[in-house]
């Protein structure tokens, strides 16, 4: 070999942020107003967890649960477990009991660091959690009380431990990570990210051309650190020294704005719902928060409406990158900036934004293709539609002790998703392949729709699900939340629709509600959506 | 493995940029006007070029050579021989016949690519070259005559060819590219990048933080495609898309300013030498050329003098990126921005410009340590300084069958720089250890003395070298090269010298010359100033 064979492990890439920026601060808000630290401190205690669970037993390979809000602890167990070569099962605190129970004995984590608060989940739990041999308590007021069994809290745990640790050489393809799809549909499942996959995913989230991160931002991580690792968004940000914001568990929309503002944060990730929620709250305050530093939001977990993102550039100059990805992509996998290629710099506001409205190009480093039924690849030609397959060093190529080889095929993850690709290479996913409405045997896209009804005045938020029909086999309903001050009338919604879509494709009933369900993770939950239509537990609209 | 463990091929970068921007131009200056064809069609030549390849016999891991120019074929070859699984050695084209002779035989190329202009330089070599199988010559006319024997005209080679061929796929450690340091000591040593390392680095240089590279740039490589690659821009730039101008064989500040201006380059590299040049240019005719659309020069190669940083940014708006690195590091190792951390944001240009004139902070994935005479590693606190050592997976560990032991340590490469390092992390190069000055037992920096000279308004260039001393060993002695209205006085630097250096670090003599001698990849060539001095060859001084 004549280049060195240094492995790809994410200790060197994580204690970097501690050399360069050791004077830079980690924040999140508390009870009382933020806690803050440096990155030397949250090094130093990386290294002090990294003893305290030697002690306990940890070694290479070993998983580590963190069942916490976004915090700096959270943070430290980001570098410190994965860093000493063990494996941190990030579990989604809002998942039921019987999802935990089985993620928890699944993934094998032998302790688990719970926030205070986040107690009575897992406490009556613990007796069928039978691998997990130490509780440890994340309390900002040192003073709780807990059922489980011989728990500790993380300042005892740690309290004592030296801070100098040597983080291990070990194999890149070494697991670092494990996070659990948030599971619409079947049993979640597992994706174990490797030192190798992780390693590179950050250096992707660093390009200019994704998320233009930098040390010289400030960022904002809202999407939570359970769900596939808070988009790597930690990582990267500690590769590079950038200054981190985490909201804890305050997570309304203008305490969100408050820390924004308050820290200056230049860049901030969450799903649609957090940024609808954010602008509702801003069109209700227009005065109320200075966001002069916010230069860039990402959005992901679902497509946000084009509405959205024109919303964010015309009421904030803050551009919304539309990011697309899944715990099975680490997730980072497509992503959508407003001026994404040269020629598009001469583009009018409204073709650029046309552009962002589409889910993205994929990032260097990956591949995808859309097949047919037969898995032959499909035209780049914006119309044809087909399965979405990925492959990439930073992809899934199977779930963690539970192989699902229907999900995968000759190397590649088949990603569940609808989708066309157009001439200039633009991804633009159609539906979930289980969202899609099948009528008449055509195929309706619900993104589309919602996208169009979001776009109208007076709507704060839209959902297109199917439901079974006699004759078309299944036609499309819209649930629709108006915005507070709006009267508007499910004529008013059908006839915007029939502007641009096709009869057959417009809903057959407009059904306003208060709130849609939303999943563990904060996207919609169309599956709830459907039963509870199924189950006739909407109350009829008032105007039809 | 949980995650697919897709190889690091340079193929699926490269095949990027004609995915995304198949109609972005490629461009370079030719005698008669500029020669521009698409991204589509340079993917599509350099299919065919592989496929001539492959039929004169070259398969994965044989050498191909390039004695070329920087332009379209050049950039074929870049992606065709390395995406087929051979090696493109890039071949200096401003060597002597020595060493000509001697990295052909050792880089084992069967098949070398010719431009016209430079076929005097291989042809008398011809005959000693043995394990060349075939010339391949590059022309604008198609018009050339030669002695080399059998030799085709690139157009014609490629010209019959199908454009469809599939990459191969191969193990992530095979060779991709041949580059021999220029060798101001010794023989020249072969580096051999691997598909890995190279992969690394084009995603090490599109981040943010680095060189800031975008799909949405217009790049100019004015360093030479033999130089270390070219730094991997042409690379970087395949894989995000973005338009490239290469300058060919047209190098004066002149040629350099109307393509640049007319290609509307935004992000151009070069060493120190070429923008020094380009200064003048523009200082004698300052309302020639409108460079408002260049953003950021990159200048490595030799550190620039702060002077330079200064200017580029006072003049022209354009921030000047100082970039270290060798043929050893792939070369990209360490940037100087402007402003390189968050805290940064708020210092004041001064301030902002002396972190500027440090060599830089380390690119993520990289390590760096100084050490003493016994490898142990010295303090970070930009007082001490020792040998620079880096390690990382695009640093060399060993030569290209010339294993020079001497230049490794323990898994880390040996830069030959003597540095410091700060308590900000920032590297600080002294000086080349052969080039720093021994004086009564205690070092000079002739790179500190440079920099301080050329601020000296009316200082076009200067360069301070070592002569022997009987009584101090050795003592600095500066060469100066004018301004062009200058009547700078050696008493004059001397004074400048005596406001910033003690008595016994300021140079002995002030010799003004026409020009420094450069060596074939645009440094200063101090050995050479070295032998010349020795050697009495230069003129007494004038003015002393």
Redesign the interface.
């Known amino acids: 070999?004549?280049?060195?064979?240094?492995p790809?492990l994410l200790h060197?890439?994580l204690s970097?942020g501690a050399?360069?920026?050791p004077?830079?601060a980690i924040v999140n808000a508390t009870a009382n107003g933020v806690h803050r630290q440096t990155y030397a401190t949250t090094s130093r205690r990386a290294r002090q967890l990294a003893n305290a669970l030697n002690d306990a037993g940890i070694g290479i390979g070993d998983r580590v649960g963190s069942f916490l809000w976004n915090h700096h602890r959270h943070l430290e167990m980001y570098q410190g477990v994965t860093s000493m070569g063990a494996v941190l099962h990030t579990i989604n605190i809002r998942l039921g009991e019987d999802d935990l129970e089985y993620i928890i004995n699944h993934g094998g984590a032998e302790i688990i660091v719970v926030d205070e608060d986040l107690l009575p989940s897992l406490e009556p739990l613990a007796a069928r959690l039978t691998g997990v041999r130490h509780w440890i308590v994340s309390s900002e007021s040192g003073e709780w009380q807990s059922s489980l069994p011989s728990a500790v809290d993380y300042e005892t745990f740690i309290g004592t431990q030296s801070a100098e640790f040597e983080w291990p050489e070990f194999d890149e393809?070494a697991?670092l990570g494990l996070c659990y799809t948030s599971g619409t549909t079947g049993r979640p499942k597992g994706?174990?990210?490797?030192h190798?996959?992780t390693?590179?995913h950050?250096?992707?989230e660093?390009?200019?051309?994704t998320m233009?991160?930098?040390?010289?931002?400030?960022v904002c991580a809202i999407v939570p650190m359970f769900h596939a690792m808070a988009w790597g968004l930690p990582f990267t940000a500690m590769?590079?020294?950038?200054?981190q914001v985490f909201p804890n568990r305050f997570m309304t929309p203008s305490e969100l704005l408050d820390l924004m503002v308050n820290e200056e944060v230049t860049l901030a990730g969450g799903v649609p719902t957090i940024w609808q929620g954010v602008r509702g709250a801003i069109e209700a305050q227009p005065e109320r928060w200075d966001l002069s530093k916010l230069d860039r939001v990402l959005c992901g977990g679902s497509a946000p409406p084009p509405s959205l993102l024109r919303w964010f550039r015309d009421a904030l100059d803050v551009e919304m990158i539309h990011c697309w990805g899944m715990t099975e992509t680490?997730p980072l996998a497509v992503v959508s900036r407003q001026?994404?290629?040269?020629?598009?710099?001469k583009l009018d506001l409204n073709a650029q934004f046309k552009n962002m409205g589409k889910t993205g190009?994929?990032v260097?480093?990956l591949?995808m293709k859309i097949v047919d039924d037969d898995f032959e690849p499909l035209a780049h030609d914006g119309d044809v539609f087909g399965d979405l397959l990925v492959?990439?060093?930073?992809?899934?190529?199977?779930?963690?002790q539970d192989p699902q080889p229907e999900k995968f095929h000759d190397?590649w993850?088949m990603t569940g998703d609808i989708a066309r690709i157009d001439a200039?290479?633009y991804l633009i996913i159609t539906d979930r392949s289980k969202d899609v409405i099948k009528s008449g045997g055509e195929w309706i896209s619900s993104v589309d729709l919602e996208n169009h009804i979001c776009a109208l005045e007076g709507v704060a938020q839209a959902a297109v699900v199917a439901q079974p029909h006699p004759k078309w086999d299944e036609r499309p309903v819209a649930l629709v939340v108006r915005a507070d001050a709006s009267s508007m009338t499910a004529e008013d919604v059908l006839q915007h629709c029939g502007a641009a879509f096709a009869k057959w494709q417009i809903p057959d009933e407009i059904l306003f509600v208060d709130q849609l369900a939303l999943t563990t993770t904060g996207k919609i939950d169309k599956k709830t959506l459907r039963a509870r239509l199924a189950a006739q537990s909407y109350v009829l609209p008032d105007l039809r």
Chains 1, 2 share one sequence.
């Open positions: 070999m004549t280049m060195q064979q240094t790809l060197t890439l970097r050399h360069v920026a004077h830079e393809n697991p994706v174990m990210y490797t190798r996959s390693y590179l950050s250096f992707a660093a390009m200019t051309d233009s991160m930098s040390a010289t931002d400030s590769m590079l020294g950038a200054k680490n001026v994404a290629k040269r020629a598009h710099r190009l994929l260097p480093g591949e492959k990439g060093p930073w992809i899934a190529g199977s779930y963690y190397g993850l200039e290479e």
